[in-house]
């Protein structure tokens, strides 16, 4: 008798199991894709939702701000623009200041150990908007008339020559004449008794 094998060959066998694998193997893979998809589009619509929400409390918050008053807007854009004007009204006020400090300190930085003063006048420039007696001078200039004047004694002419020339060196002090250089008594010594006229330099033109 014959004896025959009933059994499946064991090439036919491992085929059948590839098979399978190659059956599996995309199963697999789309089950797992899925799986990602669907809970990367969960989190994305548990993020969307936090948004939503957040934006909605933000809303709610706009929404519950107080809207300004129009009136109270008015009147503080009214008092905005009212202290405008006031600073301008003060720049321009300073800016036509003269610094009579600043003069006397140069004057006496210039003026001579052997010159006194007996008298010293001074006045601001004053503007050609502003009215005035003499003939008024064209529009946007400054009248400049004898507005510094020092009345003293030396002892000699070139002592009264010397200290015009230092008051040329002053800024703020423009045209400096000689009005009057006479000999006279002092007590029992001989003096020269003079009158110096200047302007004043009007404040903001230039040096």
């Known amino acids: 008798m014959r004896a025959i094998n009933l059994l499946p060959r064991e090439d036919a066998r491992r085929g059948r199991q590839k098979t399978q694998w190659i059956v599996l193997v ?35 918050t706009l929404h519950a701000i107080p809207t300004p008053d129009a009136s109270k807007v008015k009147s503080q854009s009214a008092l905005a623009s009212d202290k405008q004007v006031r600073v301008t009204a003060l720049s321009a006020a300073l800016s036509r200041r003269v610094a009579w400090d600043r003069i006397f300190r140069e004057l006496s930085l210039v003026l001579p150990d052997d010159v006194w003063l007996a008298t010293l006048s001074a006045k601001a420039p004053v503007s050609s908007s502003v009215p005035a007696a003499p003939a008024p001078a064209a529009a946007g200039t400054t009248v400049a008339a004898t507005e510094f004047t020092l009345d003293g004694y030396t002892y000699s002419h070139p002592a009264v020559a010397r200290l015009l020339s230092r008051l040329s060196v002053v800024p703020d002090l423009v045209n400096a004449q000689l009005q009057q250089s006479t000999l006279t008594k002092v007590g029992t010594s001989n003096a020269v008794h003079f009158v110096i006229v200047a302007d004043v330099r009007a404040p903001g033109s230039g040096q």
């Open 26 to 60: 995309p199963v697999v893979g789309a089950v797992l894709l899925t799986g990602v998809l669907s809970f990367a589009f969960l989190s994305a619509s548990g993020k969307v939702k936090d948004k939503q929400a957040e934006l909605a409390t933000l809303q709610d």
